[in-house]
């Protein structure tokens, strides 16, 4: 589980550096040397950020770092917080998987079309459009992951060591 959402967090950070370092280079350029880097809008927006965004959701599942609200659930006896654990796991997957399926779909469209943005000039989008779907199931993977391992530890926790 850890390797794979560092795996993905890798494309995070690098699309992160990338995207920082060309933004640079294009406000340098421009005030510097009247002349910024052609495209930089277009690769930002179109690569950077999806892959920025979309890669890192494996290592916050991973990291169990989304945003929870435990108000009642601190409340909740041990089977109520079981079953709203296997809700929100259900809840989860279906989400990731649905839009893993959705976004694979319009990445294939767009495959097909060779879709571009005009900018500065132009640019082949449709390869960035499968870090959607890979960052989502990705994503649905290290939650099956994480609950096994949180299953495999209770488990262990309940019947002593093996």
Partial sequence: MNTL???ASVFSWLAA?????QVSLDILGKFLLGMPVAGTAEVVASYYMIILIFMAFPLV??????????LLYDRFGRRLKAASRVVALVITLIFY?????MTLEASLKSYAIREVV???REFQIWPSRFFLPAG??????VVVLREVDALRDRREVAHGPR
């Fill in 5 to 7: 959402a560092g795996a």
């Fill in 17 to 21: 550096v990338l995207m920082l370092t």
């Fill in 61 to 70: 599942e991973c990291r169990n770092d989304a945003i929870a609200v435990d």
């Fill in 97 to 101: 998987l649905a839009f893993a399926w």
């Fill in 118 to 120: 005009i900018g500065a």
């Fill in 136 to 141: 989502c199931l990705l994503a649905a993977v």
